[in-house]
């Protein structure tokens, strides 16, 4: 079964930083293009992030460029998030998921159970 | 930037109804959109990628169509466990993706 669990959520203040993780099992984690995507409490859906399979291309949305990196351990079957200088709007919900093996299919399944990330003083 | 519109922002309709949902985008953007349906509470779930091909395991009374700018999802006969709010998503150009801002379906 292909599964991917989040973590590394929580409360943080305004400028600060955190680093989300997900956990890939159930496939072959090095194939597949990966992606962060977020939904603020009682809002819609926001990519955030994706990356290749071997790490040498990343892309972001363009609130978080230059604040948030994506990357990834394939012998660790790992995905990750570092988030800095973090802010109110960043709040939400984070969930990993898996694109496909191109980047032009780029649509995500499965998606993780989410961590939540909360940014308040 | 390609923005994605769906319409109706919310619906109520009765079991058994014929449902559509609409998706615009402010350019065209060929075949690349898929479909989302997320339950209160829950993750995700992809209904249908590539405009019209239904993901594995996706019931068969939900369908899409279209191509370009317009694009709709269908639910032939809706069922109580329908009830969900649904997402399009663009991906034409990757690697910039972008969601519409959902659909909340609901039971008369």
């Known amino acids: 079964e292909v599964q991917l669990v989040e973590s590394g959520g929580g409360l943080v203040q305004p400028g600060g930083s955190l680093r989300l993780s997900c956990a890939a099992s159930?496939?072959?984690?090095?194939?597949?293009?990966m992606s962060w995507v977020r939904q603020a409490p009682g809002k819609g859906l926001e990519w955030v992030a994706n990356?290749?399979?071997?790490?040498?291309?990343?892309y972001y949305v363009d609130s978080v460029k230059g604040r948030f990196t994506i990357s990834r351990d394939n012998a660790k079957n790992s995905l990750y998030l570092q988030m800095n200088s973090l802010r109110a709007e960043d709040t939400a919900v984070y969930y990993c998921?898996?694109?496909?093996?191109?980047?032009?299919?780029?649509?995500?399944?499965?998606w993780g159970q989410g961590t939540l990330v909360t940014v308040s003083s | 930037d390609i923005q994605m519109t769906q319409s109706p922002s919310s619906l109520s309709a009765s079991v058994g109804d014929r449902v559509t949902i609409t998706c615009r985008a402010s350019q065209g953007i060929s075949n690349y959109l898929a479909w989302y349906q997320q339950k209160p509470g829950k993750v995700p779930k992809l209904l249908i990628y590539?405009?019209?091909t239904l993901q594995s395991g996706v019931p068969s009374r939900f369908s899409g169509s279209g191509s370009g700018t317009d694009f709709t999802l269908t639910i032939s006969s809706l069922q109580p466990e329908d009830v969900a709010t649904y997402y399009c998503?663009?991906?034409?150009?990757?690697?910039?993706?972008?969601f519409g801002q959902g659909t909340r379906l609901e039971i008369k």
């Open positions: 998921a898996r694109s496909t093996k191109w980047l032009v299919m780029n649509w995500f399944d499965p």
């Open positions: 590539a405009a019209s």
């Open positions: 998503q663009k991906y034409n150009s990757a690697p910039s993706i972008t």
């Open positions: 990356i290749k399979q071997d790490g040498s291309e990343k």
């Open positions: 159930g496939f072959t984690f090095s194939s597949y293009w």
